[in-house]
């Protein structure tokens, strides 16, 4: 079945980086983009950008442009998000989840979640 | 961006009675193909978000016929005509037709 299974808890100081990885299953992985969506504690759902596997082309939220960089690895089918210069604030669930892009975007299925926490 | 208002923050619900919640966008989500692009997810408790609807009212492949969605050019309701226990999350809408996307804060349904 389709499953996107996401690597484990990480536990930061502020300034440092994280990268995150997302390895994906059961469907081909060039065919679909990935999207990642943060979660704060007890707090919504907030996008923050997605990569088209096939063509590599990225798109981010202007409010982590610059500190965010997603990619991808077709050979072993596993996306990536290192996200830099961290802050408290980014303490979070992040979430990954497989972009269908056909005449719309909607994500199906989503990753268990990678929680961060920042903190010194 | 586009702003996503939902209503109620909370949804108390009796088992086997309706629920609705709506969803607004601060601008129409009509796409040129003529469908609205937006979608509704569902949180359920310590879970990821699943797929629910697409397309402002295409279901989901799985999802129980008791859940139905309209739309209009910036409002848009999900409705489950018959709460179930395990229908308990919190639900969430989502515009993806302008980048940012955004999502609406959420709708928790609670039982009774």
């Known amino acids: 079945q389709v499953q996107l299974v996401q690597s484990g808890t990480e536990v930061k100081k502020p300034g440092a980086s994280v990268m995150l990885s997302c390895k994906a299953s059961g469907y081909p992985f060039s065919h679909y983009g990935i999207t990642w969506v943060r979660q704060a504690p007890g707090q919504g759902l907030e996008w923050m950008g997605w990569?088209?596997?096939?063509?590599?082309?990225?798109k981010y939220s202007k409010k982590f442009q610059g500190r965010v960089t997603m990619t991808a690895d077709t050979s072993t089918g596993t996306a990536y998000m290192d996200m830099r210069s961290l802050r408290s604030d980014d303490t979070a669930t992040y979430f990954c989840?497989?972009?269908?892009?056909?005449?719309?975007?909607?994500?199906?299925?989503w990753g268990q979640g990678t929680l961060v926490i920042v903190s010194s | 961006d586009i702003v996503m208002t939902q209503s109620p923050l909370a949804l108390p619900v009796t088992p086997g009675e309706p629920a609705s919640i709506s969803c607004r966008s601060s601008q129409s989500l009509l796409h040129s193909s003529g469908f609205h692009y937006l979608d509704w997810y569902v949180q359920k408790p310590g879970q990821s978000p699943q797929l629910l609807f697409y397309?402002?009212?295409t279901r989901a492949s799985g999802v129980p016929d008791r859940f139905s969605a309209s739309d209009s050019a910036t409002d848009f309701t999900l409705t489950i005509s018959r709460v179930e226990a395990e229908d308990v999350g919190v639900y969430y809408c989502?515009?993806?037709?302008?980048?940012?996307?955004?999502f609406g804060g959420g709708t928790r349904v609670e039982i009774k």
């Open positions: 989502m515009q993806a037709l302008q980048s940012p996307l955004t």
């Open positions: 990569i088209s596997i096939y063509k590599g082309d990225t």
């Open positions: 397309l402002g009212s």
């Open positions: 989840a497989r972009v269908v892009a056909t005449g719309g975007y909607w994500f199906d299925p």
